[in-house]
């Protein structure tokens, strides 16, 4: 039998014991894990966690009292209008029964009723061009919280972040669309293809889906989507801004006016943007279309002051090819327009492209400045001939 053992009270208290490193735990660590696990659970029903953001897309106190008075004071000159008719036909009427005493009367009223009904009809086309920019405003705001709750967001350029879980990350600038399965990503996906109005019978769509599988990470499904489905489509895109720019840099080239190169290369660039955008399905937004007319009030400017310094500045000095140094400047000038068209489009891309893009097939103005150049030497060639 075993004696009983005796510890004394200090030695009990000096112990530790083994149990005891796995009682410890970081608070942090124990926060960030909760809310990691209330994220995903809110993934789980919501596949877009996007912040509440109040849409600012709205038409302004200024602007909506602005059309309300104009719409009273439309209404009392139409009132007026209708008057001055009335006094016209009594003074019409008046004519036959008086005689030519009343003819005076008669042609006061005409003239009145003319000039009113000039008035009327001036302020009745403004009133509904404010109108038509009033609904403008409504629909983009609309838009706007269907691109908050589809995670389409055209304020900033879409990054793509995986992690060691296989989870994936699409963030914007307003917000991140969380991904926990590959299902999640292929739903996704599907709803950019509906946006972008692609023929589900496409090639390149059947082998996006014949390649993607449930088994695969969110990451991989956006990659292969990008690889099948959006660069045969960027290639189509960027067909369209080469055939623009080079255009543009003819009609710059040959032109020789500076506030009719200023005005085309607004309008062009204007309609550059707008057909970009409706290629990749989307509307811009209010403050996604000021963002691009930064882009484009750079054309503007290069366009009015390249000509100003025409006779002081050789810009063919500037540009990588030599191939327009034995042209005038006008050639070299309408490359660089050519070469910021290029680059307004390629950001318009980025700007609308709902994936980013992979660094080797990223578009190069390198290459497109070359063929800029080849194509406005050979148009200059062809000139010269003739």
């Not at 053992?5 to 208290?13: K, V, Y």
């Not at 059309?67 to 036959?96: D, E, K, N, P, V």
């Not at 318009?348 to 390198?366: G, S, T, Y």
Request: net charge neutral.
């Amino acid at each position: 039998m075993k004696e009983k053992q005796i510890f004394d009270a200090p030695e009990r208290d000096n112990q530790t014991p083994s149990f005891t490193a796995k009682k410890e735990f970081n608070p942090q660590q124990a926060q960030v894990q909760e809310s990691q696990e209330a994220t995903y659970e809110q993934v789980e029903q919501d596949l877009l966690v996007l912040p509440k953001k109040e849409l600012k897309l709205q038409p302004g106190k200024l602007f909506t009292w602005s059309l309300r008075i104009f719409s009273l004071f439309l209404f009392a000159l139409g009132l007026g209008t209708l008057y001055q008719l009335g006094a016209s036909l009594y003074a019409l009427i008046s004519l036959f029964n008086q005689g030519i005493s009343s003819i005076a009367l008669l042609v006061t009223h005409l003239s009145s009723f003319a000039i009113q009904l000039g008035l009327f009809l001036i302020f009745a086309g403004l009133s509904l061009s404010l109108r038509k920019e009033y609904k403008s405003i409504k629909l983009l705001q609309e838009h706007e919280e269907k691109q908050l709750q589809a995670g389409i967001v055209l304020s900033a350029y879409a990054q793509v972040e995986e992690n060691e879980q296989g989870q994936a990350n699409l963030s914007h600038h307003q917000g991140q669309v969380f991904f926990t399965n590959a299902e999640q990503a292929i739903a996704w996906c599907q709803t950019q293809l509906e946006l972008m109005q692609i023929n589900q019978m496409h090639p390149s769509i059947k082998q996006w889906k014949e390649a993607v599988h449930s088994y695969m990470s969110p990451g991989q499904v956006l990659q292969l989507f990008s690889f099948y489905v959006l660069e045969p489509f960027d290639k189509q895109v960027i067909e369209i801004i080469h055939k623009r720019a080079a255009t543009d840099a003819l009609v710059i080239a040959f032109s020789h006016f500076v506030l009719l190169d200023m005005l085309f290369i607004c309008w062009r660039n204007l309609q550059l943007m707008n057909e970009i955008s409706s290629l990749y399905g989307i509307k811009l937004g209010y403050y996604a279309r000021l963002k691009m007319f930064k882009h484009l009030l750079a054309n503007i400017f290069l366009a009015g002051a390249s000509e100003a310094l025409e006779q002081y500045i050789d810009l063919s000095d500037f540009v990588s090819s030599n191939l327009l140094s034995k042209f005038s400047t006008k050639a070299a000038q309408g490359l660089s327009i050519g070469l910021l068209s290029v680059r307004l489009g390629i950001k318009q891309m980025e700007f609308c492209r709902p994936l980013p893009f992979a660094k080797k097939n990223r578009p190069n103005i390198l290459s497109l400045s070359k063929s800029l150049s080849k194509n406005l030497l050979s148009s200059l060639q062809k000139k010269e001939q003739d």
